[in-house]
């Protein structure tokens, strides 16, 4: 099982970025992105559920971040616009079995990371 993130960057403030993450290796109940910055606790950004294509978002980011999903590549999204410089962190995707909420806890599988850096 192999979760690929990508898409990070350095962005100034109110710019937009398109992270994925590349999923191989089975299926999943679903993805969700988290992030962690320096010196904090690793947080929950948003999740999809494959099969029903449910969508959740930390309410940090509501309005502002979009996740989608593409089952032909097995690939998710996350669209992030008008971003802000407490949005930057290390953005991590994670891939669950079976959908059990968005603790941190309740996800299988970790990519290795993209920095979003967003400056003021």
């Known amino acids: 099982v192999q979760l690929q993130a990508s898409g990070g960057g350095l962005v100034q403030a109110g710019g937009s970025l398109r992270l994925s993450c590349a999923a191989s290796g089975r299926t999943f109940s679903s993805v969700g992105w988290f992030r962690q910055a320096p010196g904090k606790e690793r947080e929950f950004v948003a999740a999809?559920?494959?099969?029903?294509?449910?969508?959740y978002y930390a309410d940090s980011v509501k309005g502002r971040f979009t996740i989608s999903g593409d089952n032909a590549k097995n690939t998710v999204y996350l669209q992030v616009n008008s971003l802000k410089p407490e949005d930057t962190a290390v953005y991590y995707c994670?891939?669950?079995?079976?959908?059990?909420?968005?603790?941190?806890?309740?996800?299988?599988?970790w990519g290795q990371g993209t920095q979003v850096t967003v400056s003021s």
């Open positions: 994670a891939a669950a079995r079976n959908w059990l909420g968005v603790s941190s806890t309740r996800y299988d599988y």
């Open positions: 999809i559920r494959w099969r029903l294509g449910s969508t």
